[in-house]
Every structure is written in structure tokens, then in C-alpha cells.
């Protein structure tokens, strides 16, 4: 069955310094995974997305994720966080073998301090 | 930049009644997804759609859930009888194409079953 682990509830960070919010996973077949932001009382904003090829990502607004198979992680940073990115963020899977169904972690509160 | 909408922002409905909630997705996309997001909790995956049929669905999307596309533009979900335990933020989302594509959120309908 997929899963998706973000084994924290909250990151904080100093605004100007880099952030990592992780998130894990567990898929049967090959991983599709992705990164959304909620922003209070909006929907979900697609940030970035692994299929294949390149482990190391790059996205919106400047942020970027590292796919590592072994570890099945597949960690969100930014070298410079701003007070701006503070929000809500989703670690998805879906499985690579065809299925529809996205399964979201629980969510990460980033906190990013002026 | 086109997005995904949904009416209504908040429907309030006593337990028993049935409610409709709807979305435009975006033009061009094929696919079509609903998903909700109890307070607090993760964003579960309910149904998605294709082709003028479900394409897959989870445990939650029981009897009391459907949902159609009645015309062109047009994608809804129906709860036939309302629980309390219904009360969620409900998300709309659409995608160009399935695993690989990101899906595109709309800002949600925040259901309240009194």
C-alpha cells in the first residue's frame, strides 16, 4: 500500500536561512511524487514534482526536492527561506504503475521568522 | 492563468440532507478528482474521473457519494444523506493527464453538517 511519512509537524526557520521539510514514502511500483503548498483558506498550489531522471528537482517560487531512491525520501528545500513561505506543505505519492489515486502526507506547518 | 473553481466557499446543511457541491475544472484537462480534508487532518483522496466514469475510488467514497459530470464544463460531487461526520473541507482537482501530471486544486467548499 503507498504511504507518505512528513515526520514533522512544524519546521521553523530564520528568514535568509535554508529550510529541509522531509517527507518519506512507500509505493509498490516506481514512485511519482510531489510537493503542494496551502496557503490559509486556499487550495493546494502544485510546487514540484520527481518522475524520473534528475534526482534533484527545482520548482516554484525557488524551492527544489532530492529524490533518493535508497532512502526513499524526498525532501523539500530552499537555500534562502522568506517570511512569504510560511504555509502549509504536502508531501504526494502516486504509484508509477498507472493508478490515479494520490496519497498525501499530513502535512507541514513552515514557520519562517523574520 | 486558468485554475479550478468551486461552489459554493462554505455550504452549511442539517445531518440527512442531501448536498451538491460543485466545481469548473480547467478546460483542457481529462481527468478529474474529488478530495477532502477533515480539520486538522490530511487531504484523503475520494474518487477521480474519466471518460464519464470513475476511474477509481477509495474505501470513503461509499454509497452515499456520488458524482457526474452533467454537462461540458460542470463536475460534481453528491452526498446523499449527510452525516455529521461529512463535515470537511471538500477539493476539486484536475489534471492533463493521469500518474505522471500534476493535478490542479481548486480553493474548496468547506461543508458543515449540523
Known amino acids: 500500500a503507498q504511504s507518505v511519512a512528513q515526520p514533522e509537524d512544524q519546521v521553523n526557520v530564520a528568514e535568509g536561512n535554508p529550510l529541509t521539510v522531509k517527507c518519506t514514502y512507500s509505493?509498490?511500483?516506481?514512485?511519482?511524487l510531489f510537493w503542494y503548498v496551502q496557503y490559509p483558506n486556499r487550495g493546494l498550489q502544485f510546487l514540484l514534482k520527481?518522475?524520473?531522471?534528475?534526482?534533484l528537482v527545482k520548482g516554484s517560487y525557488g524551492f527544489e526536492a532530492e529524490f533518493n531512491k535508497s532512502q526513499t525520501s524526498f525532501h523539500l528545500k530552499k537555500p534562502s527561506a522568506l517570511v512569504s513561505d510560511s504555509a502549509l506543505y504536502f508531501c504526494?505519492?502516486?504509484?508509477?504503475?498507472?493508478?490515479?489515486?494520490?496519497?498525501f502526507g499530513a502535512g507541514t506547518r513552515l514557520f519562517v521568522k523574520a | 492563468e486558468p485554475e479550478v473553481t468551486q461552489t459554493p466557499s462554505h455550504q452549511v446543511t442539517q445531518m440527512g440532507q442531501e448536498v451538491i457541491l460543485r466545481c469548473v475544472p480547467i478546460?483542457?484537462?481529462?481527468?478529474f478528482y474529488w478530495y477532502r480534508q477533515i480539520l486538522g487532518q490530511k487531504v484523503e483522496f475520494l474518487v477521480s474521473?474519466?471518460?464519464?466514469?470513475?476511474?477509481?475510488k477509495s474505501e470513503i467514497f461509499d454509497d452515499q457519494f456520488s458524482v457526474e459530470r452533467p454537462d461540458g464544463s460542470n463536475f460534481t460531487l453528491k452526498i446523499r444523506s449527510t452525516k455529521l461526520e461529512d463535515s470537511a473541507m471538500y477539493f476539486c482537482?484536475?489534471?492533463?493527464?493521469?500518474?505522471?501530471?500534476?493535478?490542479?486544486f481548486g480553493p474548496g467548499t468547506r461543508l458543515t453538517v449540523l
Open positions: 504526494a505519492v502516486r504509484d508509477g504503475t498507472g493508478g490515479f489515486k494520490t496519497i
Open positions: 520527481y518522475i524520473t531522471g534528475d534526482n
Open positions: 478546460s483542457n484537462h481529462l481527468y
Open positions: 509505493v509498490s511500483g516506481n514512485p511519482y
Open positions: 474521473f474519466y471518460n464519464n466514469e470513475i476511474s477509481e
Open positions: 482537482a484536475s489534471s492533463r493527464g493521469t500518474t505522471s501530471y500534476e493535478q490542479f
